[in-house]
């Protein structure tokens, strides 16, 4: 999906966030699960009981039907044009696949720490959370895009 990089920080609805926002909110959440589960991993892991380690399908996340407000706000210097946040976007994406060679071997499900809204989850779980929310954010992007005040001239094309 093709994205204006004039109307990248353009915001569709008072409310909303813009493709810049959601980009630096995808940014935001992978670091800061990576950086945890690097953290995590590199301590014994704790004993986790069974019926702690219930949590919620990811299937929720990738749903655009239940809203949810990040509980993180996007920082404002992090908006930049949109061929840099992109770029930052692979870099971001770059140390995730370095955390995985950098644990190829190691059981990471042993690894677990709680998600505030699924419940517990071990670090292959958070990964595919990663992936589930990337999903999600897809569609919101795609929403965004809809939605965004049509120009003339994108309407004469």
Known sequence: ???????????????????AELVAHLMMIE?????????????SP???PLLKRIHLPMALVESRWIRRKSPVPVEPEMLRDKEI??????????????????TRGRN???YCWAHPALGTLNIYE?????ASHEVRDTKQMREI????PKSVESLQK
């Open 85 to 102: 946040m992109l770029a930052e976007l692979r870099t971001v994406r770059e140390r995730s696949l370095a955390f995985l060679e950098e």
């Open 145 to 148: 895009s809809a939605n965004l």
């Open 1 to 19: 999906m093709p994205f204006p990089a004039e109307e990248w920080k353009t915001s569709p609805a008072k409310g909303r966030w813009s493709a």
């Open 46 to 48: 704790k004993r986790i």
């Open 31 to 43: 670091r800061a699960v990576i950086g945890k589960a690097d953290r995590v991993a590199q301590k």
């Open 126 to 130: 958070w990964l595919k959370f990663i």
């Open 108 to 110: 990471l499900g042993e």
